[in-house]
């Protein structure tokens, strides 16, 4: 649970509970010291009421009037002098907390908190063996609790002030810290996209700024390393090129004048063979299989190489390969969207997206078992996307590029491109993104 909250909350928390628990440590101390301090505070009034209760008693045994002594007594005390005379049929003697006053400012909770001590004292005043009251010692504590309920709320307010200069620092301090990690924890992510171009901010204590450092340049090491990868896919890619460029040759300079003199031969033989006979089947047989090796042949230099897209453009080369894909499949309702301003692209881009359509149009034929696809290719902007779609059965679980679609992929980003396969709505997208502009000068 610790270990998900955030930095500034884990800083937080324990100043918080350390300056709350100094307010509660403050605040039983004063529970406990002040009864004592209040009982240590009033005890020489106490003495006090003890020798004024044996002096009185002394002058009225030696007085030759007692009741006129004591009634001059009483009169010369202070009506709010702590001191005072109680006579006996005044009842009983009062309490402390009987006698506070102006206590208005001092919360009723507060005083609960606190133990009154006892500083109760009554001294017996006697005439002639006679117990007529008492010189009786009510201290009026109000200003002593004041005083501690104003020593109470300066410690408070210190706690709350040292809480939030405290709190401030920490937070900028936690700022200055988490901001650099969250700029490198951003900066790492980008990276792990291959985004190489935007720098990390360096900030921060050194420990961070050394980080930081290091993470731009691996992505400086990174960014190298993937131009060089993309420079040795699209020469791969230009040597893979000029295999098939020579292997189409190769077949259709040699094989192709090869079938088609077995195919005039077999023409001939049968032109001169009787009308029946077995030597007759069998050249039609022959014939046969001629014809079928040549169209053959054809599909084979198409697939190598598409020698018409230099002739008749990217455009019309894909709506060709369109059109033989109906025919081949006539079962499979297809529809696309071709962007005329295609034709403008030639080179390896050309090549690359005419064996893209290719290549997932033979997905969707041997694998996908679909009844409708579609194909969607333009120029948007400076990028080029292709989507072939289809609503198949999709593809097999953690099997996402087959040999074909992994061929492409390498070419595709070859030219810093993109090739995604994904599943929605029931139907399966292939999707590729070229940079048009970039890839339009790339040599072939």
């Known amino acids: 649970m610790w270990q998900r909250l955030s930095f500034r909350t884990q800083l937080f ?12 440590l403050g605040g039983i101390l004063l529970q406990v010291f002040a009864t004592g301090q209040l009982a240590d505070e009033n005890e020489p009034a106490r003495r006090s009421t003890r020798t004024i209760a044996t002096a009185l008693n002394n002058a009225l045994r030696a007085s030759d009037d007692p009741q006129k002594t004591l009634q001059a007594f009483v009169q010369s005390l202070d009506i709010s002098s702590d001191i005072q005379f109680r006579a006996v049929e ?15 400012a001092v919360p009723q909770w507060f005083l609960n908190l606190l133990t009154m001590p006892d500083l109760d004292a009554a001294s017996p005043v006697v005439i002639d063996g006679r117990h007529v009251g008492d010189i009786v010692f009510v201290p009026d504590l109000s200003a002593d609790l004041f005083e501690k309920w104003v020593g109470f709320l300066a410690l408070t307010s210190l706690i709350v002030v040292l809480m939030v200069l405290t709190g401030t620092i920490a937070y900028l301090f936690a700022g200055s810290v988490v901001r650099p990690l969250q700029h490198l924890g951003e900066g790492l992510t980008r990276i792990r996209r291959g985004d190489y171009a935007t720098p990390i901010p360096v900030g921060g204590p050194p420990e961070i700024r050394r980080s930081c450092e290091a993470a731009n340049a691996l992505s400086e090491t990174l960014a190298q390393l993937s131009q060089d990868n993309r420079d040795l896919l699209h020469r791969l890619v230009s040597l893979q090129d000029d295999e098939r460029r020579d292997l189409a040759r190769e077949l259709h300079d040699e094989l192709g004048p090869l079938l088609f003199s077995i195919r005039a031969g077999t023409i001939s033989l049968i032109e001169a063979s009787p009308p029946a006979g077995n030597l007759g089947n069998s050249a039609e047989e022959v014939l046969q299989s001629v014809e079928a090796l040549q169209q053959t042949n054809r599909r084979i230099l198409d697939r190598l190489r598409p020698l018409y897209i230099e002739e008749l453009g990217l455009e019309t080369s894909v709506q060709t390969l369109l059109r033989n894909f109906r025919k081949q499949a006539p079962h499979i309702g297809l529809t696309a969207a071709i962007d005329p301003s295609l034709n403008a692209i030639d080179g390896t881009l050309a090549q690359t997206v005419y064996r893209v359509i290719q290549e997932a149009l033979t997905n969707v034929l041997r694998h996908a078992g679909a009844s409708n696809a579609d194909v969607q290719a333009a120029i948007l902007g400076e990028a080029l996307v292709i989507e072939v779609s289809d609503d198949g059965g999709g593809f097999p679980e953690g099997n996402l590029f087959g040999r074909g679609l992994t061929g492409m992929h390498e070419r595709v980003r070859a030219l810093s491109g993109s090739l995604s396969l994904l599943r929605a709505d029931d139907r399966t997208y292939v999707r590729c993104h070229l940079p048009a502009e ?7």
Do not use: M, S
């Open 90 to 104: 005044a009842g009983p003697i009062p309490i402390v907390k009987d006698g506070l006053r102006n206590l208005q």
């Open 438 to 444: 970039k890839a339009r000068d790339a040599p072939v």
């Open 13 to 24: 928390l324990p100043l918080g509970a350390g300056f709350l628990a100094a307010l509660v």
